[in-house]
């Protein structure tokens, strides 16, 4: 199966076997927190135990010392074939770390010790498997480079108010981070952030996630109410609603561990459908996979699979060349269009062909496969929720690929 | 709007009008039953109640007196855009009671008059409200045309043992239909059926639907332990797994009705949708519906339901002048493979089209149609039962298809 | 073959059986003309010659006494089997008979003898098959909304200067209608059109069509130098570049019959592709025709050409409800652009799926459908040409079909 | 556009270098070549005379040494940009020289000293750019597995007879390889192949190549009369009609780089598109790329290159891979199932999405596309002579994909 993603660094290698060796767990686990909509703790708790939530920590620093953002996506991938919910939970906090470890070797290798040294203990925090991190993103009735939550001044920093949603993994993390719009004393609106634990006073989990699918997520809505954000702990990340490295490249990278966990969504009710029709029998005795009909539709899958892992595996190593030629802060403009132009074509693909091989594989199941206790038909619920992931929806992604490629000025209308 | 299905009948606009008068009662009381699992009982007793479920019958038994299987078509779809599990449980009751009143119209009009009484009696009993029907079909493991169930002989009869699933409005049914393999004396299977009580001895309803969607059906598994069929209950339909009247065009309409209540769902996705981006606005304040994007999405979708209704209409009148060309028993094979060929055709895009105009309603909605709450995530699970109608898979339809349109013997290998 | 489009009123049979019978001869005599990229002259003298040409005017005047567009279309679909290029060239032609008979009915139900008279005077030439119309109508670079072509005052009338394109069926034409610019004497500008024999001083024909396929159909450039237009000739059709039922009635029901055309060389790609997987062989010895994967492709054509058909025959049979519900000039806007929208929907759907089955066609034909010689390859050209006719492009379509539907100002950007 | 296809060797890098620079003269010449049908006789030449036919002659024989066979992709598909039917042409000869090399350096490595010093001599008259090679491969009516022509005995060696089609560069060819079936003396037949000069005595060139597209390919069919073939000129390649290496990965890699020229073709159709609408303006003065249709068209042709290069980029890397992984001869047959089974998904797909995007770039167009002299209606016409190619049609190759990954006996029906 030459197509199948597969890592292409030693620590990669490392943290995708880890990985799979979760597996079998993860989908074990994920049948009742899937029927009551519960949170999948025991799952999330495996993984930090055994080390993957501390992949990309430096080994100095307690972790595998995974580099290759390609790596780990093929990892989420693996992780996805057990469980969509725990896979996307894992990769938000996994973008997290990776970007963390990031900026120290950028940090050492600038000589800025001080950075260095704080980012350090971030790491070998998660090293020592105490942190886990989710983030305050997303908003109901807006977009994500339009965040409504707004930061005022107080004493000695900002009280933060706002109400966020789909925040994923926040039953588990200890630490969060969080998007906001900052009004500077010049009136200049900026997009800041700021990381703080998740226990501060103000934040107030609803635990009111019920879903379609990835119910296990435990992607709550938020809401902060006068959250106390000191001065020093806030990093403006460039002009209110507009394009910036954070969202061209930090963003897409984010996304690009999200739709590898589709891949795996989607790799799983292919082995499903192989499963039942190399078993099952017509009434007349024949093997179903003996079926013309049924040969054309695996095919299709196959197709379809092979196209979402060609675009990932290329847009995976597209990745790691792109951060290794530029430093954090360095990249052209142009050049993170073209990156994030290219991830939306892949992200586009893969999650729409994700959704047709899931299709695909009911269609092979027969009628069983409609039934609650199918994997299928979890799985056909967890697969939709792929192209809800923002940036972009489906109907901005077409309009920011044609405008990138005829070199028009790329803000969506 | 022009390509809406409109009745073509005078007892067809009755029939439809009183569809839409339950449309909004069935939106509002599936909520509950499609989250616990429960059947529609009020929504199935609403319809009763109203005289939707007689509308096949003749006026002068009680009825809406509705000839017309095109008109029944439509008034499927419009229930179907309140809830798709009451609008399929309708069409299983309903095609029974369109078949009895076509054969008693047929008794009259050859003078039979004892033929014509007892189903004069049938239909009178639906016409007073007091008969529901379901049918014994489908069975885990086979297709419909091969049933494992089997009669033996016993004392002034048969005793039929077996297992059936997807049996849908078994919980509201007073009387039920059951196919079955008999084989006669001189060793010649033949599929037979018969009609009995839903409470005879032997009967066992499993009260376990339990499925992705059109959950409110109660389309339970039914055991069967020597249920007692007398004598002259039974009736032969043919050679057991061969094709024939009942197969391709009794079998063939029941299923235009059901693909007509997946219009239905995708309609009131459609509906969902346009409301939403009319209603909603962006962070920067226009109207969702004024992007570019939506409305190409929108588009889309109105081309999708365009096809899937003009395929109805064309369909459902086709079958009306089959109806009319062709008294029960008359039609030539040839004419019905046919029917049946175009019938395929029609099920298989009303299906997957439905499907994808549900997908895109779900991208206008952003993240809030993928909550539980959405009734676009409802819709999303409900719309996906339809390929798994028999008679065919899409596995199986396009096998079928071809080989009638080049001439080759039609059987599915 | 239910889906297969068929005529609805007695004329109208007449009418396609007369289509039907030239079929043959069109499609001998396509061949050279297609190569050396010459007019179909003998084709369309044929047409002339039998008379259907003239089958819109009424039979006092001397032709079939067709008044149903739909089954107008259903004619053209037959011509279309036989040679795309004579199908359209018919169309442009057939178009104008239509409506000239329309508005003289429309004008002897009001009493209006003159118009009566004028209009019969028309038809009684076309009945005496003496006069063959054309329309001066696409240009390039703008669209039919805009021409640039342009009157100027001189005495007694105006002087017409333009250049116009892809006129079909030029070099048989007679007699032709330009639209132009018309900005009166208070600046407004205006939508004109005139008629005018093809021979009228200042009319240079470029006999310079040379295109991909339809390469029989003359659609030569038109060069207009100083061409008089007396005063009485021109008719105001409504604001420049506005929505005005000759755009959205008119022109869209001269498209349903370009569409139905290509629906012809749909009908003939598949018909070859059926003769050949039914006649040749593999090299062991199968009929083509028994292989899984030929049948599966056969399905897809048959499916897609009912869908044509199914979308055809509604928005035909909308057509003539439409034109017998309103009076030439009385149908609401809204309901002009209900009918537009529908026909977007049906001619998006059509052109599409008409490359599609031709394509399907080439599929099965292996390497020999690539060759010159094969109908196929000419079909494969022939059939590209249907998205390009306006309104609208495709690119459009999507967007005014969205608008028209979200219940926005349905003007193109 | 990281997408693009790029060259991973050093030879590679020089290889598409030189493939670019002859793209400007290609385009230009194969116009008139198209319009009459005539062999593109100078643009080979060109690529002769430039070295580009030597590129996989190893250095100290006078070539570039490109090994990759990837790199010959990226040229090939460089290539393709200025002329498709130049492509296709160069692939067949290039694909022999790619394999000789391949043979030489194994012959080298393995201490074959007489094996490499006549691969040694084919090599270096290429290298010398003496000469040129073309295949008799295909046949009218049976498929590539199973070739009609056959070898008789004759005193010192066999008579060839047959009949063979899309003899590709068969004008320009010096040397010609040649398939065959031979019926041994056990009557056991096998696949034989045998080189020979193009000017052998009985070898009939029909020059009558005139196709639909690549009108410049010079593809004519030739007659066998009794053609000698010594004795030892003959190649056994396995059992008549069974898989073999030949099929498996020799076939399946001379495709690769055909399916490249077809993106070539697709790459150039974009080109031209993006120019015609950042050149062109509407009836109102707007850009057309300033047009939300267009640019969402726009996108679709940028996801569909970026599907087929991220699929051949895959795909030539695991040819990369596979080639240096198995000595000829040693691979296993499951690993040559499983490496064409990838390909076989990659041809479908590239061939397909090549066939969209020059479809999406006429939408773009406008009228101007469909007109002779439009470079779109030549690429229109071109870039359907992809799915043709041999081994698998699309019927087969679903078959062929479904049965690999299913584990069954992979022959087709």
New interface residues.
């Given amino acids: 199966?030459?197509?199948e993603l597969q890592p292409v660094t030693e620590p990669g290698r490392r943290y995708v076997a880890l990985a799979e060796s979760h597996v079998a767990d993860l989908a074990l686990w994920r049948v009742a927190h899937d029927k009551d909509g519960t949170f999948v703790a025991e799952s999330i708790a495996a993984l930090k135990g055994s080390g993957l939530l501390a992949a990309n920590v430096p080994r100095e620093l307690g972790g595998l010392g995974n580099t290759s953002i390609h790596d780990q996506m093929v990892a989420l991938s693996r992780l996805g074939r057990g469980d969509g919910a725990v896979a996307i939970a894992a990769n938000m906090h996994a973008i997290f770390v990776y970007f963390f470890a990031r900026d120290w070797r950028a940090a050492r290798a600038a000589g800025n010790a001080q950075a260095a040294e704080g980012l350090g203990e971030l790491l070998s925090a998660i090293g020592r498997k105490e942190a886990t991190y989710c983030f305050f993103f997303?908003e109901?009735?807006?977009?994500v480079?339009?965040p409504?939550a707004e930061v005022t001044r107080t004493d000695g920093g900002w009280l933060l108010n706002g109400h966020k949603?789909?925040v994923t993994l926040s039953e588990a993390a200890t630490t969060t981070r969080a998007s906001f719009k900052l009004v500077d004393d010049r009136g200049v609106a900026h997009l800041g952030m700021a990381l703080f634990p998740i226990d501060r006073t103000g934040i107030e989990i609803k635990y009111n996630w019920?879903?379609?699918?990835m119910r296990g997520s435990g992607s709550h809505d938020v809401v902060l109410h006068d959250v106390f954000v000191p001065e020093g702990d806030v990093v403006l990340l460039g002009e209110y609603?507009a394009y910036s490295e954070f969202f061209l490249v930090s963003a897409a990278l984010s996304n690009l561990g999200l739709i590898a966990c589709f891949l795996g969504v989607a790799e799983a009710a292919r082995d499903e459908a192989?499963r039942l029709?190399?078993t099952?029998r017509?009434?007349?005795g024949k093997l179903l996979?003996?079926?013309?009909?049924?040969?054309?539709?695996?095919?299709?899958m196959?197709?379809d699979l092979?196209?979402c892992?060609?675009?990932l595996?290329?847009?995976g190593q597209?990745a790691n060349a792109f951060l290794a030629a530029y430093a954090p802060g360095a990249a052209p403009m142009a050049e993170m269009h073209?990156?994030n132009?290219?991830f939306q074509?892949?992200k586009?693909?893969v999650n729409r062909k994700a959704?047709e091989v899931v299709?695909k594989a009911?269609?092979?199941s027969?009628?069983?496969g409609?039934?609650?206790?199918s994997v299928l038909?979890r799985l056909?619920?967890d697969v939709?929720?792929g192209?809800?992931m923002q940036p972009f929806?489906?109907?901005?992604?077409?309009?920011?690929?044609?405008?990138v490629?005829?070199?028009?000025d790329p803000r969506i209308?």
């Fill in positions: 199966v030459n197509f997303t109901p009735g807006t977009d480079m339009h409504r949603s789909f019920d879903a379609l699918g609603g192989v029709v190399t099952r017509t009434s007349g996979a003996e079926s013309p009909a049924v040969q054309h539709t695996v095919a299709e196959e197709i092979a196209v892992r060609a675009m595996a290329r847009t597209a073209e990156l132009r290219d074509c892949t586009w693909v959704i299709d009911l269609q092979l027969g009628g069983s409609y039934l609650s206790r038909s056909y619920r939709r929720a192209p809800f929806s489906p109907n901005e992604a077409f309009q920011y690929i044609g405008k490629t005829l070199g028009l209308e």
